[in-house]
């Protein structure tokens, strides 16, 4: 990532006090762009870069996202908007049948419907050579078992091509990142079984780090990426694209001899 594209630029991010999000703002910031960096908590972390302010938003409030909008107005002084990441997200871990349906509506609130009012509220100070960027999961393209998560990545795919569609004319781009079993706080809860079960079906067989997917997130809003928008872009070491299979292959491979020379 060269951060071709990315000086002066004015990027939104949510959900960007950790993890990928933090991670993200940061490797923006270093490229030259003017982060406006978001989150719940009234203060946000310590960035290292001064090019950073950070704004506390609830991304499921529209009168938030409204008063954020001015800020981003006043901030650009007359110019476009370049790049908005909607990278915050919860999950929730319970199957189908177990799920209670305040859960349920909170999980999409969030994940589905706060990228929605974030690109509504946003869009209308974006121009040519813009970007959005929103961010799914690798449980958006498969049948992962937490229903209200993967039903809201699922969705939130549907949104991305849509806005794609919808935006395109104004030569805004706008892409989807499915990053898998990346190390953040959010899965430092999940169950070690899971963790696993996650390694024995990545072709890589490692975790991924936040730093991989904002790496991927800075491509997509630099001119780097000028011609790429309705892109669905897996960081996930082979997960989604292996389906499992590595977990067969491995198990064949160790109960068989090993193939002569020359084979």
């Known amino acids: 990532m060269t951060g071709r594209g990315l ?33 719940l908590q009234a203060e946000g972390p310590s960035y290292s870069n001064p090019s950073v302010q950070y704004h506390q938003l609830d991304v499921t409030s529209e009168e938030q996202w409204s008063t954020l909008t001015a800020t981003v107005a006043q901030r650009l002084a007359g110019r476009t908007l370049k790049g908005l990441v909607n990278n915050a997200g919860i999950t929730h871990r319970t199957r189908l049948g177990e799920t209670l349906l305040g859960d349920w509506e909170r999980v999409l609130r969030v994940n ?97 780090s936040s730093n991989e997917v904002a790496s991927m997130v800075a491509f997509l809003i630099s001119d780097e990426a000028a011609y790429i928008s309705g892109a669905e872009i897996p960081v996930d070491g082979g997960f989604t694209s292996s389906a499992g299979a590595k977990y067969m292959s491995d198990r064949i491979k160790a109960g068989r001899p090993p193939l002569p020379p020359n084979r």
Do not use: C
């Open 112 to 208: 589905v419907t706060g990228a929605m009012l974030g690109i509504q509220a946003l869009a209308p100070l974006m121009g040519e050579g813009s970007s959005i960027v929103n961010i799914g999961s690798s449980a958006g393209l498969t049948g992962h078992y937490p229903v209200a998560y993967t039903t809201s990545k699922w969705a939130l795919r549907g949104l991305t091509h849509v806005a794609a569609t919808e935006y395109g004319s104004r030569g805004i781009r706008v892409n989807i990142v499915h990053p898998g079993f990346i190390e953040t706080l959010m899965t430092a809860g999940a169950p070690e079984a899971m963790r696993g079960a996650q390694l024995d079906m990545t072709p890589l067989e490692r975790m991924g």
């Open 7 to 39: 000086a002066d630029r004015v990027i939104v991010v949510t959900g960007a006090s950790g993890g990928q999000g933090m991670a993200e703002v940061e490797l923006l910031a270093e490229n030259g762009a003017l982060v406006i960096a978001t989150d």
